[in-house]
């Protein structure tokens, strides 16, 4: 039963097991939400959707299994910008609800996916929006989590939409940094986020981000990518990037040889759009980088010199460290030093790859610059304690040999201080540790005492977002 606006939220009702609040936790990539106290997001799908062209006007589609379903002129869009913060308000909601509505809640009556029959199919991942409907989240409280720069029009936003579109009983909104270092454990830590479109710096102490001290910088994830797409149409010959729908059947072929496949072709008009091929690309990249490429973590940088005065590019040829890696039509090859160079600008942006209409990022966005610009906003007397306790999360820092590299250039950087990395070994806390700190905070039992009741929004409005939440 829905709680009355009257009535401020209770510790039986959402601290208990009655009624289980919410955690949102909306990144450029993904999205993933799921129930506070679980271990992890039962509902994860991809932050993009699908506009599909149609007599009576383009409609939306979401999820993993319309995306990536190459249907007549499907073009693909992304309503979160690349800072992490939202750009398109009316798509991000009606994403959200789907991954609430279709995954985690019963469906209602009046419910868009009960409507129009929908299900989690290839032609079912839609969704109209209908303003008569049930609110379908008047029973669950939702602690959604943000950027540690999002502005206060974007806070304001987000709790008018649970409130009022959704009927939220209660809201709460998370600084990213803050629940990831919560999900290690911990009450102050230094947060290095690395997702898919920027990697941010979050300086976390007792539970409080300091927010002169949270930088970030797009030489993240999607960098990697780009830097492979140079890599790749600059290699001699070229490496052929050709996603997987496009491919009918393939032949084997020895390494380096050119590929003998059957390609799929479109009839006039039925064509996706480019940018369905782009992200069909960027997957076949990520499968790339989780196979093949490598953060070079021995001493020096990749375009310096060993103790020994051997040149670590040189190194890095080693044949035992080479990787194989084969496209979806049949085409392999062996990557020896390619494999290190497409993440080295992270560490050293003079190293990154270079073309026309693609300049080297500033100096100042390199990882360990950010560090340095973070931790110098902060007391001197807690920076030692941040150092400490750095945390690595977000998808992109799974990348062989990142935490590794991070950890001896910091301690290069901060000979003083000890320089003590956490980064969890298990692929789906470091992805979802954002996620994972939302559901502990979301799930303590003096929690409750927190939340933005729906009686306290009613009286002082979407203003009250910037005052509780810190």
Not at 218 to 231: E, I
Not at 421 to 433: H, Q, T, V
Request: with cysteine; hydrophobic share 35%; net charge negative.
């Amino acid at each position: 039963m829905a709680q009355s606006s009257a009535v401020p939220p209770s510790n039986a009702e959402y601290g208990g097991d009655e009624i289980s609040a919410l955690v949102l936790d909306p990144g450029y990539s993904t999205l993933r939400a799921g129930f506070a106290g679980e271990d992890m997001p039962k509902s994860v799908i991809p932050s993009y959707y699908g506009i599909i062209p149609s007599d009576s006007g383009p409609r939306h589609v979401y999820g993993d299994n319309s995306i990536h379903n190459p249907s007549p002129g499907i073009s693909i869009a992304n309503p979160m910008a690349k800072d992490g913060t939202v750009e398109d308000w009316d798509t991000a909601m009606a994403l959200w609800e789907y991954a609430i509505t279709s995954r985690l809640t019963n469906p209602r009556p009046g419910n868009p996916l009960v409507k129009l029959n929908l299900k989690d199919d290839t032609e079912g991942d839609q969704m109209a929006i209908d303003e008569s409907q049930e609110k379908p989240l008047e029973e669950n409280p939702v602690l959604m989590t943000e950027t540690g720069w999002n502005a206060g029009k974007g806070r304001e936003k987000s709790i008018e939409i649970a409130m009022e579109s959704w009927g939220c009983p209660a809201f709460w909104l998370a600084r990213n940094g803050v629940c990831a270092t919560y999900a290690a454990g911990k009450a102050s830590a230094l947060v290095v986020d690395m997702g898919a479109s920027s990697i941010s710096i979050t300086p976390v102490h007792d539970g409080l981000v300091l927010r002169k001290g949270a930088l970030r910088s797009p030489l993240a994830g999607n960098f990697v990518s780009d830097q492979l797409r140079l890599l790749f149409s600059t290699s001699s010959p070229p490496v052929p990037l050709t996603p997987h729908y496009l491919v009918s059947s393939k032949t084997p072929v020895d390494a380096g040889s050119p590929a003998v496949a059957t390609y799929r072709s479109f009839a006039p008009g039925k064509a996706p759009d480019a940018s369905f091929r782009r992200l069909q690309e960027e997957r076949l990249l990520a499968e790339f980088k989780e196979s093949v490429v490598k953060v070079w973590s021995k001493p020096g940088r990749l375009m310096g010199h060993s103790p020994a005065g051997i040149p670590n590019e040189q190194l890095a040829k080693d044949e035992s460290e080479a990787k194989t890696f084969e496209m979806p039509d049949g085409w392999n090859q062996k990557f020896e030093l390619d494999r290190y160079r497409a993440a080295e600008g992270i560490f050293d942006v003079k190293a990154a790859l270079t073309a026309e209409g693609s300049p080297p990022p500033p100096q100042s966005q390199g990882i360990l610059a950010i560090i340095q610009a973070s931790l110098a906003q902060v007391d001197v007397d807690i920076r030692p304690h941040l150092l400490s306790n750095v945390v690595v999360t977000g998808g992109a820092s799974l990348m062989q040999g990142f935490t590794d590299r991070l950890n001896h250039e910091l301690a290069t950087l901060y000979p003083g201080p000890r320089v003590r990395i956490s980064a969890p070994g298990n692929l789906y806390e470091r992805k979802y540790a954002s996620w994972i700190g939302g559901s502990i905070l979301a799930s303590l039992g003096t929690f409750h005492q927190m939340w933005i009741s729906k009686k306290e929004y009613e009286e002082h409005g979407a203003g009250i977002v910037e005052k509780r939440c810190k």
